[in-house]
């Protein structure tokens, strides 16, 4: 037996577990990673360091440092619009409107208009439109691009708005649009466009951090509309791919004055990816006309120290009044998410989850499966879609308040990704999103609360085999 070989082993072991106990995560995860480093003398401390660390969180946190140094904050301030607006609600949902832009990192902020963009065709139509009218700068964000004629005409505009003097900037995250290259967006540079990835995984640069992705999907036109949601860029996205099928998911269009936090978001990752500090007045141009519409961003990722669009949604979830319909491309909700789902439907509101039947991600489905007795009992309705693939993340919460944004509602949304989501008081949008959702709950399998217990000991045994990989799916 090689000792010496053995020894190394351990003391990698015993060096990693200090840093593994200082890191203060989840008992489960830091238990997780102890054991894992124990069973695996030099196999668990190499995946630890790879996939575990904190590193891209502490670079991202120091890239926050110095943009926060280069002057005031766009999205700490709320405009004399917003308080106006906020000041014709009724004395409890000021404050909970209040609250929540206590429990954002970014304030409450006002919109002119908002839009809802259904499916994948509708909103690159639209998103088309507005890149060719703009102006002056084209600001474009998502995890997934694919090499496919959907994204090549999307494209294919952006270099034509940058051959006409448009500021065209794309942020891509590399791990979901692996195996893609820089070259690929090589005829964008010539155009005087600019690239860039989000630095969540380069070997070159020693960046080994594939557990944290940037999930955000945000698109700004002349600081003045931008769109938010789950929509990834490709003909998967339009349901023009014969292997995948029908893909339903959801996109907001806003504009006026809450673009300009929005804005600050792209700027914030744009400087981690390339040190550009966008903070020049031309982005954040003055709202125009009435600003009578709420919109408080949510803005969540490992780099801050609470877990914002949970906390949000476990209060939207506590203080609705008739209803709270929610649909998730990917479920697997931590203990608070599912607490604030039961306690919600005991008091009478009509709880409602549409979740993915089939999934692009087959374990997923079980993963979700393995929470709906737990939900089920506690009157919690539950839809499977099964006419395509759901990948929308939304929420409908009485008759005025709609969510609409990239976060799921599972561990990895909540905690390891960097994700966006945008909380709207528009009831005129609110109507739009009840029918969606209505027409999909309709074409949608309820699942029967006394059925679904009986399911066969097979299937128990794969919901509960796959549960506990939630986090890392």
Not at 50 to 57: A, M
Not at 60 to 76: I, N, V
Not at 151 to 157: H, I, K, N, P, Q
Not at 374 to 398: C, F, S
């Given at each position: 037996m ?24 989840p ?22 360091l ?8 502490r ?18 301030r ?118 860039a ?26 600081g ?18 014969p ?8 996109q907001?269009?806003?504009t006026?004055g ?16 390339t040190?550009?500090?966008l903070?020049?007045?031309k ?18 990722g ?25 649909t ?28 993915a039947g ?9 993963i ?5 007795e ?25 008759e ?45 399998r ?6 679904f ?21």
């Open positions: 090689h000792w010496p070989f053995v020894w190394i082993g351990y003391l990698l072991t015993w060096a990693t577990i200090p840093h593994i106990l200082l890191r203060n995560k008992p489960a995860s830091t238990l997780a990673w102890i054991w894992a480093v124990i069973l695996f003398p030099y196999g668990g401390p190499i995946f630890y790879i996939f575990g660390t904190d590193r891209l969180v670079q991202r946190l120091r890239a926050r440092r110095e943009l926060d140094a280069s002057g005031a904050r766009e999205e700490r709320v405009s004399a619009d917003t308080k106006a607006a906020a000041a014709q609600l009724p004395e409890a949902e000021r404050r909970s409107v209040e609250l929540l832009s206590r429990l954002n990192e970014y304030a409450i902020s006002s919109a002119d208009e908002t839009r809802l963009l259904v499916d994948g065709g509708n909103f690159f139509a639209a998103l088309g439109e507005r890149i060719d009218e703009a102006q002056h700068h084209v600001h474009v964000e998502f995890y997934i691009w694919q090499k496919d004629a959907r994204a090549e005409a999307m494209l294919d505009r952006l270099v034509a708005a940058a051959r006409r003097g448009v500021e065209v900037r794309l942020l891509l995250d590399p791990i979901g649009c692996f195996p893609m290259r820089r070259s690929h967006f090589a005829r964008l540079l010539e155009a005087g466009g600019k690239f990835w989000f630095r969540t995984a380069h070997p070159l640069r020693n960046q080994w951090t594939f557990t944290l992705r940037n999930h955000r999907k945000l698109q700004i036109i002349d003045r509309h931008c769109f938010v949601g789950g929509m990834n860029m490709g003909r998967e996205y339009a349901g023009e791919d292997a995948v099928g029908a893909w339903r998911d959801l907001i269009e806003i006026g809450a673009t300009r936090k929005f804005q600050m978001v792209f700027a914030d990752d744009w400087f981690f990816a040190k550009e500090k903070l020049a007045p982005y954040y141009p003055p709202p125009e006309g009435e600003q009578s519409l709420l919109v408080q961003p949510m803005i969540d490992p780099d801050g120290p609470d877990d914002p669009i949970e906390m949000s949604l476990v209060f939207m979830l506590n203080i609705a009044r008739q209803r709270v319909w929610l998730a491309g990917y479920f697997g909700p931590n203990e608070p998410l599912l607490t604030a789902l039961q306690l919600s439907a005991q008091r009478g509101v009509d709880v409602r989850m549409l979740v089939k999934s692009d991600h087959p374990l997923l489905v079980n979700g499966r393995s929470y709906y737990e939900l089920l009992r506690y009157g919690v309705k539950i839809y499977e879609y099964e006419t395509g693939i759901n990948h929308a993340k939304v929420a409908l919460v009485d005025e308040w709609l969510m609409v944004g990239s976060a799921n509602l599972d561990v990895r949304s909540m905690r390891l990704n960097f994700e966006l989501n945008a909380l709207v008081r528009d009831p005129a949008t609110a109507a739009h999103l009840e029918r969606v959702l209505s027409a999909d709950f309709a074409a949608s309820r699942i029967d609360a006394k059925e217990p009986q399911r066969s000991r097979v299937q128990r045994w794969k919901e509960s085999l796959v549960r506990p990989l939630a986090p890392l799916i």
